[in-house]
């Protein structure tokens, strides 16, 4: 993992989790924790 990227630890995404979309309409999801995880960048 890159260190400039702020990770959620498995408990603190396994929370986040169950709030995010499921759907698959539209164009592909790119993988949340990814996402989140630029959010919080430096």
């Not at 959620?8 to 592909?28: C, E, I, K």
Request: without cysteine; proline residues 7%.
């Amino acid at each position: 993992m890159d260190q400039d990227y702020f990770w959620l630890s498995d408990q603190q995404f396994g929370r986040l989790a169950p709030l995010l979309p499921t759907d698959t309409r539209g164009v592909p999801r790119v993988a949340d924790r990814r996402v989140i995880s630029g959010m919080g960048r430096k």
